[in-house]
């Protein structure tokens, strides 16, 4: 099941809404924990058993970092956590890895080895890095131990960011899993996150990927360098609102069961270096990376020659992590490598430079980078990259890609638009802004709804809000019943 379909829009997100706002505030987590397993198990149940043993294992392990604590024996608590670590990682290799590596074996060995041919199970990169991150900051002391089963399962298993992020650590919601106030303010603000990540799914993503999918359908006369520019900067387009757009929703879901989740992307198209860019891009998982493998290894204290190989390693496991493939190993090495170019050579020298080239030089090299990402034929994706620069023997342009630029242009303006701040800017001017997170706790909800609905100005811009919410759900909805192209690319991951 995913966010943008109609059975989640309207079946199963209203049952659920029902359930859980008439449930007692003791029975809420419960509620929370059943439903997103069949949220999860809708598509294939034989994976809960997985997510139930992830769940078990690390609830079991941080109760016994808890009790060799108790007992004055700390120091067992490090083969627990390598415990836990090796059962999590030895799950992720068996179902996400295991055909790549003995592929690689059988090629370089001569051997015939059959693949286990496993499905892979939606979401496990997801919540592995999240089971794992709780066991970890329990042995750190940076999180309490969670006594509950019922609740640390509503953690792992909560339907909002199950399948696709944000990696919320367990630290991060700790708090609001045992005690958490959901509110108007909160539902309110929850609502417009999801209607926008709906929206820039179903209206922008979808429509872009049609467009890569064309491109890479066309060839002889009819192929050309515009055309292929065309089809990488679709699928730049495509990658982001897909997965920017469920980070969204994921965050306004998260709203209105009352928990805070972590911004995700932060206008990643907007960045001026290679450095900024990953700054703004998958920013959880990149959060992750930084606090359970880089700084562990040694982060930048041990020398260079040592902070040198911690990127390295932490760029190349940002690449499997994304699939098992070899372009995206060489995915996240490319980007390892540019990293430590601007890093050490090139940064003092970007910033002298004018912002409209800082700005070109990063997305030249993203693009170049979503070449590499989106083709795990390498062959294919050498190809792309040779006729992008005029190498591929192919005209400058075409009558074809000339016809899709043109139908194409006011959805790549859009695109462009709202990939900046401007759409944030003219809604904060209009509409007062959104109560962030943050807000909402600080104010205090009386504050909040004082904001919100306080004047005739006030009633009238809530209600032209609703009127644009409303319609954007319907325009959605009308693009779903129609369309029958809505893939989600983070599913595979």
């Not at 007062?432 to 004082?450: D, K």
Request: hydrophobic letters at 50%; a positive charge.
């Amino acid at each position: 099941m995913v966010f943008s379909s109609l059975l989640f829009l309207f079946r199963f997100l209203p049952v659920m809404m029902i359930l859980y706002f008439a449930a007692p505030k003791g029975l809420r987590n419960g509620i929370l924990f059943l439903g997103s397993l069949i949220f999860y198990g809708w598509g294939e149940p034989v994976y809960v058993s997985l997510l139930l043993f992830s769940t078990v294992v690390d609830y079991a392990h941080g109760r016994l970092i808890g009790y060799v604590r108790e007992k004055g024996r700390p120091e067992l608590g490090k083969w627990l956590v390598a415990s836990s670590a090796c059962i999590n990682l030895a799950l992720l290799g068996v179902f996400k890895y295991a055909d790549f590596f003995i592929g690689l074996v059988n090629e370089t060995a001569g051997s015939q080895i059959p693949l286990p041919g496993l499905a892979l199970p939606i979401g496990i990169s997801f919540y592995t890095f999240q089971t794992m991150s709780y066991t970890i900051d329990v042995y750190r002391n940076e999180a309490k131990i969670q006594k509950n089963i019922i609740s640390f399962g509503a953690y792992v298993a909560m339907f909002p960011q199950l399948i696709a992020g944000p990696i919320v650590r367990y630290q991060t919601i700790a708090e609001e899993l045992d005690e958490r106030r959901e509110s108007f303010p909160l539902f309110s603000y929850g609502v417009r996150m999801f209607v926008i990540g709906l929206m820039k799914k179903v209206l922008i993503a979808n429509p872009m990927g049609a467009l890569w999918t064309e491109v890479q359908g066309i060839g002889g006369d009819e192929r050309s360098v515009l055309l292929v520019w065309m089809g990488i900067l679709a699928f730049a387009m495509q990658i982001y609102y897909d997965f920017s757009g469920y980070s969204d929703m994921a965050v306004g879901l998260g709203s209105m069961f009352g928990f805070h989740f972590p911004e995700n992307f932060h206008y990643p198209y907007l960045a001026k270096s290679i450095t900024d860019f990953w700054r703004r891009w998958h920013i959880s998982l990149g959060t992750w990376f930084k606090e359970y493998v880089y700084i562990p290894l040694g982060g930048n204290r041990k020398g260079r020659g040592k902070q040198l190989r911690n990127i390295l390693i932490v760029w190349i496991l940002t690449g499997i992590w994304h699939g098992a493939a070899a372009n995206f190993c060489l995915w996240g090495l490319y980007f390892g490598v540019l990293l430590l170019v601007e890093k050490f050579c090139l940064k003092k020298y970007l910033e002298k430079l004018p912002a409209w080239f800082q700005h070109m030089y990063a997305m030249l090299l993203v693009l170049f980078g979503w070449v590499l990402f989106a083709h795990e034929d390498l062959g294919a994706g050498l190809r792309f990259g040779k006729e992008m620069i005029g190498l591929g023997g192919i005209a400058v342009t075409s009558p074809r890609s000339v016809y899709l630029l043109v139908s194409c242009l006011p959805l790549f303006v859009l695109a462009v638009i709202g990939s900046t701040e401007i759409p944030k800017r003219i809604g904060n001017r209009i509409f007062g802004g959104m109560p962030a997170e943050e807000n909402v706790q600080a104010a205090g909800i009386a504050a909040v709804n004082g904001r919100l609905q306080t004047g005739s100005a006030a009633r009238w811009t809530g209600l032209a809000e609703t009127v644009l919410l409303l319609a954007g759900i319907l325009l959605c909805t009308a693009y779903l019943v129609n369309d029958s192209y809505n893939p989600f690319l983070y599913f595979r991951f």
